[in-house]
């Protein structure tokens, strides 16, 4: 079986997040260059790709965060403008926030960067699971329903949840080529936590993803 490095980008990556500080949109702030898997492979990734919920609160690296980041739906062809998740006719509706101690950012994917959109810790919200409060990364996954695909609503519910298993899956092949743990999660009172993210309407909570280094 030939073995095929699980992030054949790599070089791409490393060459196309080279943002200059000065076409980032106010408020956010340039990630450092991703840690990527390198040598381990896309079989490796696979056999140890697994839910853990037993996450340590210490923080993920700035490098590490950016990996996750732009393996979860970062751009992978910058001249295309295209992502590493896919979705229905490009409408690339699916928004990446990142609840941290520190506050609430939103993955900017084009400037590879994070805006700063509150202060406040909101991790307790991102789920009814005690854990949520604690993981030093809780990803919420943002459907925007006008660009979702579909005519009905039905449809674009759908859609909307196919797309965001993609992100989703993306994250668990990152951190398993990467050590680290993670569980997507369903049980969020979606309601109260669109409240505290303030989301307008329109934009719809899909599922939130807990990431972290495993507990020695």
């Given at each position: 079986?030939?073995?095929?490095?699980?992030?054949?980008?790599?070089?791409?990556?490393?060459?196309?997040?080279?943002?200059?500080?000065?076409?980032?949109?106010?408020?956010?702030?340039?990630?450092?260059?991703?840690?990527?898997?390198?040598?381990?492979?896309?079989?490796?990734?696979?056999?140890?790709?697994?839910?853990?919920?037993?996450?340590?609160?210490?923080?993920?690296?700035?490098?590490?965060?950016?990996?996750?980041?732009?393996?979860?739906?970062?751009?992978?062809?910058?001249?295309?403008?295209?992502?590493t998740a896919?979705?229905?006719?490009?409408?690339?509706?699916?928004?990446?926030?990142?609840?941290?101690?520190?506050?609430?950012?939103?993955?900017?994917?084009?400037?590879?960067?994070?805006?700063?959109?509150?202060?406040?810790?909101?991790?307790?919200?991102?789920?009814?699971?005690?854990?949520?409060?604690?993981?030093?990364?809780?990803?919420?996954?943002?459907?925007?329903?006008?660009?979702?695909?579909?005519?009905?609503?039905?449809?674009?519910?759908?859609?909307?949840?196919?797309?965001?298993?993609?992100?989703?899956?993306?994250?668990?092949?990152?951190?398993?080529?990467?050590?680290l743990a993670?569980?997507?999660?369903a049980s969020?009172?979606?309601?109260?936590?669109?409240?505290?993210?303030?989301?307008?309407?329109?934009?719809?909570?899909?599922?939130?993803?807990?990431?972290?280094?495993?507990?020695?």
């Amino acid at each position: 079986m030939d073995r095929r490095h699980f992030l054949l980008a790599a070089g791409m990556v490393a060459a196309g997040l080279a943002v200059p500080a000065a076409g980032l949109a106010q408020g956010a702030a340039a990630l450092p260059a991703p840690a990527l898997p390198g040598a381990k492979t896309l079989e490796e990734a696979l056999r140890l790709r697994q839910t853990r919920r037993d996450i340590d609160p210490r923080p993920l690296p700035g490098d590490v965060l950016s990996g996750l980041l732009w393996a979860a739906g970062g751009v992978n062809r910058p001249e295309a403008g295209k992502h590493t998740a896919p979705t229905a006719q490009n409408r690339q509706e699916i928004a990446i926030y990142v609840a941290k101690a520190d506050g609430l950012f939103l993955y900017e994917p084009k400037d590879h960067a994070l805006t700063r959109l509150a202060d406040a810790d909101i991790r307790a919200a991102t789920g009814k699971q005690a854990l949520a409060a604690t993981v030093p990364v809780n990803l919420v996954y943002v459907a925007d329903m006008g660009k979702v695909a579909g005519s009905t609503a039905e449809e674009k519910l759908f859609y909307a949840g196919a797309d965001t298993g993609f992100v989703s899956q993306n994250v668990y092949l990152y951190c398993a080529a990467m050590g680290l743990a993670t569980v997507v999660r369903a049980s969020i009172d979606t309601a109260a936590l669109a409240k505290a993210m303030g989301l307008p309407e329109g934009k719809r909570v899909t599922l939130a993803q807990s990431v972290g280094y495993p507990k020695a």
